[in-house]
C-alpha cells in the first residue's frame, strides 16, 4: 500500500517543537523519516548515537554545523550527510543564518523499525565543538 502525506511549506515544518516524524503518518515500516526546522543559533538537544540506525541528513535550507564524532561539517541548502551507526552527532544551525535551517532526516537498518525500536545512545553531557 503506498500512503500519500502533505507537510506544507517550509516555514510549517517541524510545527511546535521543530521535528515531525512522519513514518507512522505515511505507514512505512522500514524508513524513519522526519522533516526538521531549526531557528537561527538552536542546536541538537544533546549528542546521540544510534546502534542500529544509519541516518541520512538533507539540508533543505539555511546554514548550520553538522558534528560527526570529532568532525565539523559546514552546512548548506543541498548538503547531505550519512550517519553511520555507532557515531555520535549533532547539528546547529548558525546564529547568522539568513533563515531557519530546515532538514530532512531518513533513518533505516534493514529491518522493520518495529523491530528495532529505540536504538540511541544519548550524551547530554558533552558540549558541542562550538559550545566548547
Same mark, same amino acid.
Given at each position: ?19 515531525? #516524524?512522519l513514518e507512522k503518518e505515511v505507514g512505512a515500516q522500514f524508513a524513519g523519516v522526519?522533516?526538521?526546522?531549526? =531557528? ?5 538537544? #544533546? ?18 554545523? #553538522?558534528?560527526?564524532?570529532d568532525e565539523v561539517i559546514p552546512l548548506e541548502a543541498g548538503t547531505v550527510v550519512?550517519?553511520? =551507526? ?8 548558525? =546564529?547568522?543564518? =539568513? ?34
Amino acid at each position: 500500500m503506498s500512503n500519500v502525506m502533505q507537510v506544507g511549506p517550509l516555514a510549517s515544518w517541524g510545527g511546535e517543537k521543530g521535528k515531525q #516524524f512522519l513514518e507512522k503518518e505515511v505507514g512505512a515500516q522500514f524508513a524513519g523519516v522526519s522533516v526538521n526546522t531549526t =531557528p537561527p543559533g538552536g542546536e541538537s538537544p #544533546f549528542w546521540h548515537a544510534h546502534a542500529k540506525l544509519e541516518e541520512v541528513y538533507i539540508i533543505v535550507d539555511g546554514r548550520g554545523e #553538522f558534528a560527526l564524532g570529532d568532525e565539523v561539517i559546514p552546512l548548506e541548502a543541498g548538503t547531505v550527510v550519512r550517519v553511520a =551507526p555507532g557515531i555520535m552527532h549533532g547539528l546547529r544551525a548558525l =546564529p547568522d543564518s =539568513p533563515s531557519p535551517m530546515h532538514w530532512v532526516c531518513i533513518r533505516a537498518a534493514g529491518e522493520a523499525l518495529s523491530d528495532i525500536g529505540h536504538d540511541a545512545e544519548l550524551d547530554r553531557d558533552r558540549p558541542f565543538p562550538w559550545n566548547a
